[in-house]
């Protein structure tokens, strides 16, 4: 059941960059209080959405917990989950708008607390499976309730009404989000899916423990592109082109993941072995590859979150594509865990350097030639595609 409701809260994100790219717009054209308008604005629907689909989950928790083996009150909890999960990304989407980031970290680390601290209590007090079940609703309602906190009464004072066309741009920037996260996760673990079925045990855990420590690589980077995105977002509303946060982004990214990777290859079995065990170790032999092919996948965030901040259809066609091409390799190609290292990593650069000719090509000279929508109130029409 955890792992339904991690996939159904990493579904309903898809809402932040939309509510965040909005807020960030409105900002830059000089309106915080219209920016303030689409939060509450988003917050209003996305808190009838998330308690609708609470009830729905409760009242057919039976069903469900038949069809996932699950005890009713395991979905009773759960159905928490579910709605809290639709409304915390527009909190996150207003914080990362207004570039508090540090308020935007505590909240996932209230999040992450939360749950943990909870369960720690809650199974120590002997309450086991019910201990480990509730302990996710405690953590989603701790952040909520942090967020909101955070957000402050602001969002209350001074507020002009959202635009007309915010629930077009809202749903259209969140459909392209969740193709785009959609296919990004496809990347990121089809190969886990297809080690598994495929090698020994032995291999596959080995594989596994190689893959949860690769994502050490990108901590670094998510932290990045979190500060990046409503800065490119308000350069680009500015009619600025954003060749030199994209720079300075992409060499933050390239150095912090590189200092990560090449230490891997001499000291990966190590890490490895200390981390699981001896026999997970083997994967030593190819782990300082796979986190190498991590850094290719870090530097396509950078591209991923200036596409979602412009005009995102071709990157997510882009993204779709190669997650397609990637499983199709794996199926032909991947024959051992050297050649599955291989496949992720080449996927990976080949990513970055579609992004990178992408934009050379084609979205540098379209924000050069397009009007800007700062500049659109002025009575110039905007050309955006979301």
Same mark, same amino acid.
């Given at each position: %059941?955890?792992?339904?409701?991690?996939?159904?809260?990493?579904?309903?994100?898809?809402?932040?960059?939309?509510?965040?790219?909005?807020?960030?717009?409105?900002?830059?054209?000089?309106?915080?209080?219209?920016?303030?308008?689409?939060?509450?604005?988003?917050?209003?629907?996305?808190?009838?959405?998330?308690?609708?689909?609470?009830?729905? !989950?409760?009242?057919?928790?039976?069903?469900?917990?038949?069809?996932?083996?699950?005890?009713?009150?395991?979905?009773?909890?759960?159905?928490? !989950?579910?709605?809290?999960?639709?409304?915390?990304?527009?909190?996150?989407?207003?914080?990362?708008?207004?570039?508090?980031?540090?308020?935007?970290?505590?909240?996932?680390?209230?999040?992450?607390?939360?749950?943990?601290?909870?369960?720690?209590?809650?199974?120590?007090?002997?309450?086991?499976?019910?201990?480990?079940?509730?302990?996710?609703?405690?953590?989603?309602?701790?952040?909520?309730?942090?967020?909101?906190? /955070?957000?402050?009464?602001?969002?209350?004072?001074?507020?002009?009404?959202?635009?007309?066309?915010?629930?077009?741009?809202?749903?259209?920037?969140?459909?392209?989000?969740?193709?785009?996260?959609?296919?990004? %996760?496809?990347?990121?673990?089809?190969?886990?899916?297809?080690?598994?079925?495929?090698?020994?045990?032995?291999?596959?855990?080995?594989?596994?423990?190689?893959?949860?420590?690769?994502?050490?690589?990108?901590?670094?980077?998510?932290?990045?592109?979190?500060?990046?995105?409503?800065?490119?977002?308000?350069?680009?509303?500015?009619?600025?082109?954003?060749?030199?946060? !994209?720079?300075?982004?992409?060499?933050?990214?390239?150095?912090?993941? %590189?200092?990560?990777?090449?230490?891997?290859?001499?000291?990966?079995?190590?890490?490895?072995?200390?981390?699981?065990?001896?026999?997970?170790?083997?994967a030593g032999d190819y782990f300082g590859w796979m986190?190498?092919? %991590?850094?290719?996948?870090?530097?396509?965030?950078?591209?991923?979150?200036?596409?979602?901040?412009?005009?995102?259809?071709?990157?997510?066609?882009?993204?779709? /594509?190669?997650?397609?091409?990637?499983?199709?390799?794996?199926?032909?190609?991947?024959?051992?865990?050297?050649?599955?290292?291989?496949?992720?990593?080449?996927?990976? !650069?080949?990513?970055?350097?579609?992004?990178?000719?992408?934009?050379?090509?084609?979205?540098?000279?379209?924000?050069?030639?397009?009007?800007?929508?700062?500049?659109?109130?002025?009575?110039?029409?905007?050309?955006?595609?979301?």
């Open positions: %059941m955890n792992a339904a409701l991690v996939v159904w809260i990493t579904a309903a994100g898809v809402v932040q960059p939309a509510v965040a790219r909005l807020i960030v717009e409105a900002r830059t054209a000089g309106s915080p209080a219209r920016g303030w308008g689409i939060y509450r604005a988003a917050l209003r629907l996305n808190a009838v959405i998330g308690a609708a689909l609470c009830v729905l !989950v409760w009242v057919l928790r039976g069903p469900l917990a038949a069809a996932f083996r699950l005890p009713d009150w395991a979905l009773a909890w759960a159905s928490i !989950v579910v709605g809290v999960a639709v409304v915390r990304p527009v909190i996150a989407g207003a914080l990362q708008g207004g570039e508090r980031f540090v308020s935007f970290g505590l909240v996932r680390v209230l999040f992450a607390f939360g749950r943990l601290l909870s369960a720690a209590v809650l199974l120590a007090l002997g309450l086991g499976l019910w201990g480990g079940v509730v302990s996710l609703p405690i953590g989603a309602v701790a952040a909520l309730i942090g967020g909101l906190a /955070a957000v402050g009464a602001r969002a209350s004072r001074g507020v002009d009404p959202a635009p007309p066309d915010t629930l077009r741009r809202g749903v259209a920037l969140s459909l392209y989000a969740f193709v785009a996260y959609g296919a990004w %996760m496809l990347l990121l673990n089809a190969d886990l899916f297809w080690v598994n079925r495929t090698f020994s045990a032995l291999a596959a855990g080995a594989y596994a423990a190689a893959a949860v420590l690769r994502r050490a690589v990108i901590l670094f980077p998510a932290a990045v592109v979190i500060i990046f995105y409503p800065r490119v977002v308000a350069a680009i509303s500015r009619g600025q082109l954003p060749d030199r946060l !994209v720079a300075a982004a992409g060499l933050a990214v390239l150095f912090s993941t %590189m200092a990560l990777a090449l230490p891997a290859f001499p000291y990966g079995g190590l890490v490895l072995r200390l981390a699981f065990g001896a026999r997970y170790a083997l986190a190498l092919g %991590m850094v290719g996948y870090a530097l396509a965030a950078i591209w991923l979150n200036l596409y979602l901040a412009s005009r995102p259809g071709p990157y997510a066609v882009l993204l779709l /594509a190669t997650a397609g091409l990637q499983a199709g390799a794996y199926v032909v190609l991947g024959a051992t865990p050297q050649a599955m290292v291989t496949i992720f990593g080449l996927t990976g !650069v080949a990513l970055a350097i579609g992004g990178l000719a992408l934009y050379a090509l084609w979205l540098r000279p379209a924000l050069a030639s397009a009007v800007p929508p700062a500049r659109a109130e002025a009575g110039e029409a905007p050309q955006w595609l979301a």
